[in-house]
């Protein structure tokens, strides 16, 4: 950690932002990191595309394609990590700079929505399966993109509420209840109430970010527990369980 957060330094130097939300939390314990998410949140707006997008790494030192280039688990940092320095120091400086640039993200995921279903990006990225690790084997790719889509819109709405946007504030609710009932109705099964696979990823990330209906909550808890205990109390999931 010098400059950007890396995510393998014995053998690269890249800024992959998934690791600027998911370390976040565990090494706000640790380290004073205001100035570098200070740092971390310019060099997002930097690299920003003029749709909106938000790259896998910033600074973009090097150009990459396919999910390499854009995918909405790292993308997503640019909303998520300003909201955590918020509940951490209780900085709302970066909210109320960045907002804006957060909402042309949001703007952009919507635009790669399907009836509210994101689907492509790397997904659970390298989660432990039967072959060698890489792309997701458990887990549908739509699951963690639509997943984050709703968890960022979640927070861009206590954002809004925060920074007296009621307007705003009202519209990101109305958008989180329909990307909501279209994670149910695409990933949850009525007959074997399951959602998806059953992956230990997308029963914990439904869980978390809450996608699960007060119906079948209790029942996806025990579904992930079942798993976990199955697989001799191990974890089978990548990267986006947060």
């Given at each position: ?8 330094p014995?053998r ?39 749709n909106?997008?938000?790259p ?5 030192l090097v150009?990459?394609?396919?999910g ?7 993308g997503s ?9 918020y509940q ?17 993200y949001?703007d952009?995921?919507s635009?790669k929505?399907e009836?509210h ?7 659970d ?8 690790p ?10 963690t993109?639509?997943a984050?889509y ?8 206590k954002?809004a ?11 990101y ?17 009525p007959?074997t109430?399951?959602?998806?696979r059953n ?12 996608l699960?209906t007060?119906?079948n ?6 579904n992930?527990?079942a798993?976990?205990?199955g ?12």
């Amino acid at each position: 950690m010098a400059s950007v957060l890396t995510d393998c330094p014995h053998r690269e130097k890249l800024g992959w932002l998934e690791e600027a939300h998911l370390m976040q939390y565990s090494v706000q314990y640790r380290y004073n990191l205001a100035r570098l998410y200070e740092k971390t949140f310019n060099d997002m707006r930097s690299t920003q595309a003029a749709n909106g997008m938000v790259p896998t790494i910033a600074p973009e030192l090097v150009e990459f394609e396919g999910g390499f280039k854009d995918t909405p688990e790292w993308g997503s940092t640019f909303v998520i990590s300003p909201w955590y320095i918020y509940q951490w120091y209780g900085d709302m400086r970066p909210i109320e700079t960045y907002y804006p640039d957060m909402q042309r993200y949001i703007d952009y995921l919507s635009s790669k929505a399907e009836n509210h279903i994101i689907a492509y990006g790397l997904g659970d990225w390298f989660d432990i399966g039967p072959k060698s690790p890489g792309e997701s084997q458990l887990t549908s790719n739509g699951v963690t993109a639509t997943a984050i889509y709703y968890y960022d819109v979640t927070l861009m709405e206590k954002m809004a509420n925060l920074l007296g946007k009621p307007d705003d504030a009202r519209k990101y609710q109305e958008l989180a209840a329909q990307i909501k009932q279209a994670f149910n109705r695409t990933f949850w099964n009525p007959s074997t109430r399951t959602y998806d696979r059953n992956s230990q990823a997308v029963n914990a990330v439904a869980l978390y970010m809450g996608l699960t209906t007060s119906e079948n909550r209790q029942q996806v808890f025990d579904n992930l527990i079942a798993d976990i205990r199955g697989h001799n109390n191990a974890l089978t999931a990548g990267i986006v369980i947060l």
